[in-house]
T-cell receptor
Framework: ETGVTQSPTHLIKTRGQQVTLRCSSQ?????VSWYQQALGQGPQFIFQ???????GRGNFPPRFSGLQFPNYSSELNVNALELDDSALYLC??????????????FGPGTRLTVT | AQSVTQLGSHVSVSEGALVLLRCNYS??????LFWYVQYPNQGLQLLLK??????LVKGINGFEAEFKKSETSFHLTKPSAHMSDAAEYFC?????????????FGKGTLLTVNP
């Protein structure tokens, strides 16, 4: 069984640029959630995708967008990068609809630095 | 809305001593509660969860937690600390049932284990 993988591991971007982060969900999982973890903080929910459709969104501006593909892998896109976007971005996959008790399995994260 | 408060951003114990990490939650509906561990430069690993049923839950690596509704608490304990337990620990809450899907995390507690 393959776990959740994310790419790239590290990324350095300049303010105003755009970035795409990628996530492959655990085998058999159809739901992907994205979280932002700033230094010294707990993860903050960005959004979730279930079967290629957005299934909920946290308090993040529209320049944070996402996609889920038929194989349930996912992308997180951030436009017009700001210095405060520097963080560890975590992807988590799970099986089933919202409202179940299924655990979310996290990937190792992508460390984004905006200069 | 749900929220989580972790008391103590840093806890230091001696090897072999009791580990107690505190978590209090706020939820307007019965919650699902989780403890995750994060080792340096890694993603989050689920230690244990409470959904329904028995209020004392056992997890991996000898950790356990007790759901106390009257105290709105879900403290994490381990009878005897090991050096390998040194990591950051996050308590998280999710609305039980319904369609609320996101995990809300506390700010984390860094556990240091001294030889």
């Amino acid at each position: 069984e393959t776990g959740v993988t994310q790419s790239p591991t590290h990324l350095i971007k300049t303010r105003g640029q755009q970035v795409t982060l990628r996530c492959s969900s655990q085998s058999g999982h159809n739901t992907v959630s994205w979280y932002q973890q700033a230094l010294g903080q707990g993860p903050q929910f960005i959004f979730q995708y279930y079967r290629e459709e957005e299934n909920g969104r946290g308090n993040f501006p529209p320049r944070f967008s996402g996609l889920q593909f038929p194989n349930y892998s996912s992308e997180l896109n951030v436009n017009a990068l700001e210095l405060d976007d520097s963080a560890l971005y975590l992807c988590a996959s799970s099986l089933g609809l919202a409202g179940t008790s299924y655990e979310q399995y996290f990937g190792p994260g992508t460390r984004l630095t905006v200069t | 809305a749900q929220s989580v408060t972790q008391l103590g951003s840093h806890v230091s114990v001696s090897e072999g001593a009791l580990v107690l990490l505190r978590c209090n939650y706020s939820s307007s509906v019965p919650p699902y509660l989780f403890w995750y561990v994060q080792y340096p430069n890694q993603g989050l690993q689920l230690l244990l969860k409470y959904t329904t049923g028995a209020t004392l839950v056992k997890g991996i690596n000898g950790f356990e937690a007790e759901f106390k509704k009257s105290e709105t608490s879900f403290h994490l304990t381990k009878p005897s600390a090991h050096m390998s337990d040194a990591a950051e620990y996050f308590c998280a809450v999710r609305r039980g049932g319904g369609s609320n899907y996101k995990l809300t995390f506390g700010k984390g507690t860094l556990l240091t284990v001294n030889p």
